[in-house]
C-alpha cells in the first residue's frame, strides 16, 4: 500500500514523501500540486498540510481543536478565515470581509497561504484521496500526545522530529532525491503528512473535530492525524 505526504515549501512549491507499507519510499518536488499527485501515481491517500475545508461563517472548529491539543505549539495553527474571504482579490477587503464573518481580522501571515490554499482545494474538490494534515498534531501523535518542545526551525526540534519518526519505524535516507534541495522542516513536514496518511489508509488515523462541520461542498472540515 503507497500512501503520499504532502507540505508546501516556497518558491519551490511543494513537497511529496511516498510510504510504501509505512517505509520510506522516495520523495517528489513540483510547483503544482496537481503535477506532483500525478507523478505519484496510483497511492491510497494523499495527506496535504494545508487548509481545505473552508467554512461559510466563523472560524473553523478544527483549529480551535487543533490549537487545544497543541497547547505551547498551538502558534503552528493559524486560523482559517472563512471561504467568502478567499474569495477577495487582495488583503484589505480579505480582512474586512473576514472581520464580517468572524469578528476578527484576517492575519498577514494567514493571507499569504491564499495562493497554496486555493491550490490544494481545487485538488481536493477533484481527488477524493486528498485529505488536510497539520504535521505538528502528527509529531503529537507519535510522541503519545505530547507536543513537540522544540520549534520544528531548530537544531533540537528537527532532531526530535527525525527521531519520532525513526521510532515509528519511518527512517529517512541521508540522500532523499528530488527533496534534497528542499528545507529539512519541510521534508519533516511532508514525511509526518505521509505518516498520517498511512493511518488514514488504516483506518485508525484520529479527526479534530470528532464531528466535523461541512463545506459547501458538503465535504468534512476536518484535520486529521
Do not use: N
Not at 86 to 111: P, V
Not at 196 to 207: K, P, V
Amino acid at each position: 500500500m503507497e500512501v503520499l505526504g504532502v507540505d508546501a515549501c516556497g518558491k519551490q512549491g511543494w513537497v511529496g514523501i511516498r510510504l510504501a507499507d509505512g517505509a520510506y519510499a522516495g520523495s517528489l518536488v513540483d510547483v503544482r500540486l496537481d503535477a506532483l499527485i500525478g507523478r505519484a501515481g496510483g497511492v491510497a491517500v494523499i495527506a496535504v498540510d494545508m487548509p481545505l475545508g473552508l467554512v461559510e461563517k466563523g472560524w473553523r472548529a478544527a483549529d480551535l481543536g487543533a490549537r487545544a491539543l497543541l497547547r505551547e505549539r498551538r502558534s503552528t495553527v493559524f486560523l482559517v478565515a472563512p471561504r467568502p474571504a478567499w474569495l477577495e482579490s487582495e488583503f484589505t477587503a480579505a480582512g474586512d470581509r473576514c472581520q464580517e464573518l468572524t469578528g476578527q481580522r484576517l492575519s498577514r501571515q494567514a493571507w499569504a497561504l491564499a495562493p497554496k490554499l486555493l491550490e490544494a482545494r481545487a485538488c481536493r474538490l477533484a481527488d477524493d484521496r486528498i485529505h488536510e494534515v497539520h504535521p505538528e498534531l502528527s509529531f503529537r501523535a507519535l510522541a503519545d500526545g505530547t507536543p513537540p518542545a522544540y520549534a520544528k526551525k531548530t537544531w533540537r526540534g528537527q532532531h526530535l522530529r527525525r527521531s519520532l519518526l525513526a521510532g515509528a519505524g519511518l527512517v529517512l535516507p541521508d540522500e532523499l532525491g528530488e527533496a534534497d534541495r528542499v528545507p529539512t522542516d519541510d521534508v519533516l513536514d511532508a514525511t509526518a503528512a505521509a505518516w498520517s496518511a498511512h493511518r488514514i489508509a488504516l483506518g485508525t488515523a484520529g479527526r479534530i473535530p470528532e464531528v466535523p462541520e461541512l463545506d459547501a461542498e458538503g465535504r468534512a472540515v476536518e484535520i486529521r492525524y
